[in-house]
């Protein structure tokens, strides 16, 4: 019964993955109008054999596909199609309706092919090519070469209207202008859209006070001051009759991406379009506007994979520093360990012998003066509190050490509750564990952390004894916060020994695992919080 | 409360060592301190050890290796393990394998420890008197006593040992002669090392 149940919920998941949800119905209802209106915007760069040599709609559908996922595609290509019908780019009364549809259906459906294809590629790949800025990289220029490929295998099989392509040269010249089109119109707008995006769901903080303060100023001088020299240089070389040379356009672009990764790259993206969009807009022959274009489109092409490529490089680099500090502070508790435990043994030798002449000394001068056996009493009690120190700082250096792993919240803090209960009852204490939401997942050493968990509640205890130490775990956006609290001792030195010990081996587990160890009193409480980043499912 | 056979206590660290010897003393239990595991394997030529407490870690032999030379010398000592480096596998090999009484974490806890030494004491003085009795029997009276103990008759054990009943009687007679016992319930105690 299970079993088919469960068998059913996989069979009928992909499909559900594809249904439309309500903010999706928005979206495209907002998408349809925008299409329409770029796509209307596009017409002053047209000619014989393609629509438009700047065709920016295309810009749109792939900011949508990509920031909503492939999923969405026959969707969007429904709303595209309803679009083309509404303002009468086919009538279905037209004859060749079925080959204005499939047209139509053509560039949504191959540009989420190629999104999917370069998402499915880039899993489980680990060099810098996998990284999110070079995967937007890549899908941008995959989605219109695909699109142009397409065409022929997508016609190949309706009835072609007599005389459409007179010859090879005609096919390769209305292919061009389609990708050429679709991807200056996806590199120059995709970009912009997607960062809105991100900036409207609070994922990409605006920096504007960053941009113009100094650090930012030399940068920004260094690309203006490259992109002017070159925009003349190919101004010069068109003005002595040698055409439109992509040749400087290609080497500013290259700089200033390598140099300060894609927001420069889409600056001067714009900036190469601005330049020559209004130029080709106007009366120029269809050759001459292809010529430009060409040369435009492998400028701006450059541009983005340089910049993406800086990008890419810098979060690798990013991501190996981050690994470096793991490693150290993983080392770092490796020394402490050894050390405390070395420590541990040297003293737990003496002090036997210390503990056991203490207590004989004490039961032997028991009866004489008051002041000898004040004395030995002491000597006593002092070598038994040193002796329970060293059992518990025996428990607080685990040993055993395991293979980083995605690890539940909730089991870090059952086990860790597990582990310290008895003792809590022993003293005569409570431990309240709050319930955690099963979702919540962290990389992790398990028994390591479970350790230091078990060291602040060991610490909560000993410094509140008979009261109630509480552990709870809540998410804070892309962190898990687990909090460790007991109400505040009545007399700040009522702390017993080796709690420092136990604080530091948490803490330096904890900054291995990446993540931080506060502490954040409130008035009559003394709270630890443990910050790890949390486990997500997607990469990007 | 005093027992004829001395406790050996063994740890590189002499002072510990004379300290634990000490504690036994003042709680009615006669005990010997060693700082080598050559000088405590020495000394059983001259002296029958009852209990040897011993510490793990050691310098040339650690407290497991001094464990099995001394119970090829002398099986019928008992074992206290003490170490300052506890481990779980320790632990449980120190028990398992090791016949150990009981294992202590440094620094020591004084009730445990008499209370191990005592039982091992006692388990020691069990195991010598049970040799004892074996040693004045031949072959074939121990195990004629063996079958007795078990609760099987004359008749029953003659077709066991492949032997005439009237030789079973032999044995017996001899037995009983020997150990100078009364009745079966004394045997049977004998037989478990207690005192009769």
Known sequence: MIARHAASVFRTAPLRGLALRREDAVLLALYALGFALLHWAARPWGGAGFFSLWYPAAGLRFAVLWGRGARLTPWLVLAE?????????FSLGDPNVAQAITGAMRPGLTCGFAIALVRHLAKGRGDALALPPMMLGLAAVTAPALNALMVVPFEAWLPVEAGRYRSGVDIAISLTGLAVGDLLGILVLAPLLLWLAALARGAAPLRLRAVFSGSHLRPLLEDVLVMALCLLLTIALWRAGLGAQP???????????????????????????????????????????????????????????????????KASRMLLDKRNRLLFQAERLKTLRAMSVAVIHEISQ?????????????????????????????????????????????????????????????????TACQ???????????????????????????????????????????????????????????????IEVSNPAPSSPDAASGGMGVG???????????????????EPGLV?????????????? | MTHEAPVAVLDDDADLAATVARLLGRNGIAA??????????????????????SDIQMGEMDGFAFAEALRARDPAVALVFMTAWPTTAHAVDAVRRHGGIDYLEKPIDEPRLIAAVTEGLAWSARQRRIAAVAAVLTR?????????????????????????????????????????????????????????
């Open chain 1, 81 to 89: 199609l309803a679009t083309d019908w509404t303002v009468g780019v």
């Open chain 1, 503 to 521: 604080l530091a081996i948490a803490r330096t587990i904890v900054e291995a695992h990446g993540g931080t160890l506060t502490r954040h009193d």
């Open chain 1, 527 to 540: 709270r630890f919080t443990i910050s790890l980043p949390l486990l997500t499912g997607a990469f990007a």
């Open chain 2, 32 to 53: 010997l301190a060693f700082t080598a595991p050559q000088e405590v394997l020495a000394a059983l030529a001259g002296t029958a050890f009852g209990c040897v407490v």
């Open chain 1, 419 to 481: 582990i310290v209960a008895p003792e809590a009852r022993a003293a005569g204490g409570r431990l309240d564990c709050a319930p955690v939401a099963a979702d919540l997942a962290v990389q992790a050493q398990e028994i390591e952390l479970t350790q230091a968990l078990v060291n602040l509640l060991r610490n909560a205890l000993a410094a509140s004894p008979g009261q109630v130490v509480r552990l709870a775990a809540l998410p804070r956006a892309e962190d898990v916060r």
């Open chain 2, 140 to 196: 074939r009276e121990r195990e004629v006593l063996d079958l007795m103990v078990r609760g099987y008759t004359n008749k029953e054990m003659a077709p066991v040992l492949g032997i005439s009943e009237r030789t079973v009687e032999d044995h017996r007679a001899s037995i009983i002669a020997k150990t100078r016992t009364n009745g079966m319930a004394q045997l049977v105690a004998l037989s478990r090392g207690e005192t009769i």
């Open chain 1, 247 to 313: 040749a400087p356009g290609l080497l500013a672009g290259a700089w200033i991406g390598l140099r300060h990764g894609r927001t420069a790259a889409w600056f001067a993206i714009c900036a190469q379009v601005c330049v020559f969009l209004p130029y080709s807009a106007g009366a120029l022959g269809d050759a001459q506007r292809l010529e430009l274009h060409l040369g435009l489109a492998a400028v701006v092409l450059v541009t983005w994979l340089a910049g993406s490529f800086s990008d890419a490089q």
């Open chain 1, 350 to 414: 003496p002090l036997s012998t210390l503990a056991i002449e203490a207590a004989h000394l004490k039961s032997v001068t028991a009866h004489l003066d008051a002041d000898t056996a004040a004395s030995a009493a002491l000597v006593d009690r002092k070598a038994r509190a040193l002796s329970d120190l060293v059992r518990r700082l025996r428990r607080f250096g685990g040993r055993d050490v395991d293979e980083p792993s995605p690890v539940p919240v909730a089991m870090l803090v059952q």
